[in-house]
Each structure stands twice: as structure tokens, then as C-alpha cells.
């Protein structure tokens, strides 16, 4: 690697040497904060590299760092549909926001470590179309909900409530 490759190529070479995925650089990623990185740029581009089921370290390691976010009090698709302010209707978004509501609350329930980004209007022919990227990082003990362009963090913590509705709610 040149000292002139991207952030992008130093973060993915720290993740992927010889082409096995190691754990995560926690002191890379603060170093990375420290001088000035934003929080939400580093995790949307960790986010294209790491794998969406990531180490649970990995998943703990970017949600403590992460700033201090607005707590929720329940997982319903109501609450998780107020974190989503702009959903795009066409063809370029993730998948229609009644899937992409579930979707979270299933991830959710489940409880598998992952980060996940959903995005509303990802046009590859047209880079200065507006997108509105969302990044889920769900661990065992907490859930990190990103909303990249607003600057937005949401956390629920587990304890908060002892047993998630293990239905997944309709719309």
C-alpha cells in the first residue's frame, strides 16, 4: 500500500490482510475520530467493507464509540419508521419502507450481530441524486440505529426492556 491509497484502501487493508477478515482497529478508528474523521463518514465507509455479519467485537466496537444518540423506548415499526425522516419511491432505494421497517425489527429480535445500511435512493447512473444512507449496528446488548446525513444517532439498549415482542408487528 502507498502512502497516497485512500482511507478506504487503509481501513480495508487493516480488515482484510491476506485476505482473511481480522477484527477491527479500535485504535485505528479513534485515531481516525481524533483528527478530526467524522464518526458517521468512518461508519458508512466501514460499512461498504466490513461484512454485514461482522465479529460482535467489531459491532461493540463501533457502538461505543459512537455519540451520544436520542434512546428509544420500544422497537414497534412506528419507532423505527420515525428514524427513516426520507424514503424515496423509486427503484434505486433498498426496498420498499414497510420491508425495510420489518426488516430492522427482525434483525432486531434477532439479536445477531451485523451492520447493515439501507439506503433510499442509491442511483448508480446518477451520483449527485440525493440518497439518505441509514446504518443498523446490532449486538447482543444494544442496537445502534445511524442516520448518516442527519447526524442522528438512536441506541436501545436491551435491558430497557426484558423480552422483545417476538412477533414481528404488521404495518
Given at each position: 500500500?502507498?502512502?497516497s491509497n485512500?482511507?478506504?484502501?487503509l ?31 468512518v ?8 461484512p ?5 467485537e ?23 419508521r420515525a ?5 424515496t ?9 414497510a420491508?425495510v421497517?420489518?426488516d430492522i ?5 434477532a439479536?445477531?450481530p ?14 449527485k441524486s440525493?440518497?439518505?444512507p441509514?446504518v ?7 442496537i ?12 436501545y439498549a ?11 408487528s404488521?404495518?
Amino acid at each position: 500500500m502507498k502512502l497516497s491509497n485512500s482511507l478506504a484502501d487503509l481501513l480495508s487493508a487493516s480488515l482484510y490482510r491476506e485476505a482473511t477478515y481480522h477484527t477491527l482497529d479500535r485504535d485505528l478508528i479513534k485515531m481516525l475520530l481524533r483528527h478530526g474523521c467524522s464518526y458517521y463518514d468512518v461508519v458508512a465507509l466501514l460499512s461498504t467493507i466490513m461484512p454485514e455479519n461482522s465479529p460482535e467485537e467489531d459491532i461493540e466496537t463501533l457502538q461505543s464509540l459512537a455519540p451520544a444518540g436520542s434512546p428509544l423506548q420500544k422497537l414497534n415499526p412506528m419507532s423505527i419508521r420515525a428514524m427513516i425522516p426520507r424514503w424515496t419511491g423509486t427503484k434505486y432505494h433498498t426496498a420498499p419502507i414497510a420491508n425495510v421497517v420489518k426488516d430492522i425489527q427482525m434483525k432486531c429480535i434477532a439479536r445477531i450481530p451485523c451492520i447493515f445500511t439501507y439506503h433510499s435512493n442509491l442511483n448508480p447512473r446518477n451520483k449527485k441524486s440525493i440518497d439518505d444512507p441509514y446504518v443498523l449496528l446490532v449486538s447482543d446488548k444494544k442496537i445502534v440505529f445511524l442516520d448518516i446525513n442527519r447526524r442522528r444517532v438512536y441506541t436501545y439498549a436491551y435491558e430497557m426492556e426484558e423480552h422483545l415482542n417476538d412477533e414481528v408487528s404488521d404495518m
